[in-house]
């Protein structure tokens, strides 16, 4: 989820699947495609019919339905998705509980980013409490929530997060990167993951160069990584239809994936927000169509074993 709120996304739904040919090289044919490991690490699942419903996505929204991890596995994808890291986009407390108990007898889910608030009466109890579970790998809050505890000079939960070998999130605009090497400075032994590399705009011009500045500062600091999520609507925000090529996303995820490096992208989908700018195939085969240029080994990383080292998530007996 992004910050841009529900009613001003645009629901386009791409109607472009497969593969575009673009003269690029495609992923190895020599890898049977059961082989590459993939961990979405950005998941959205929530159940409207919970006795106490939910409180995102409101009602009036496309995304109000139920949506469960077999949704997302039976979606059509370029490669089999094999696990995935939830982000809760709930504010309630206990709908961190809902996604953990979801997460117990299944092992396609690896790992949970919860929905706590730094700065709020308990959130050192509730951290201390979710942590005990495993699969809870940390919070994320918003780049508005950051720059408050920043200027206010109250990072203490967040140092909270690095005690008990939690990452954290971050949503916000363009701006985002820039705050987040900020807070990487300070706090080292924070794993922190840009979400949506910033929510920049997304168009056929030359990217904006205070985005590309922040993002190279963010990526000078090595404990911060970047999830390259939410392409599609990026591209979608101009009310055209959504571009399925990767030569229109190319110049973008250049800047972020040159100064990240192989080591520190990080994929995820933004699914079931994704829908509505394009297709999951569409999404996943852009962004594996673009890691497939620079090789095996840094596609494994950028779909799973970067992922690793930023969340930690847990390898589970009969995930694959």
Sequence with gaps: MTTTPISRRQWIISGVAGTVGLGLRPLPAAEPAGELDIIDCHTHFYDPTRPDGIPWPPKDSPLYRTVLPQDLRALKTSRPVTGTVIVEASDRIEDNAWLLELAKDDPFIVGIVGNLTPGMPGFKNHVTRFAADPLFRGIRIS??????????????????????DLELDVNGGPDTATTLAQLAGLLPSLRIVLNHIGNVRITSEKP??????????????TNVFAKISALVEGAARDGKSTPSDLAFYKPYIDVVWNAFGDERVIYGSNWPVSDGAADYNTLQRIVLEYAALKGDAATQKFCSLNAKQAYKWVERPGRR
Excluded: F
Excluded at 146 to 161: C, F, G, N
């Design 143 to 164: 780049v508005q929530l950051l720059q408050d505890l920043l200027q206010k000079d109250k990072i203490e939960d967040l140092k909270l997060l690095a005690d008990h």
């Design 208 to 221: 904006p160069l205070d985005w590309e500045t922040g993002i190279q500062s963010a990526a000078k600091h």
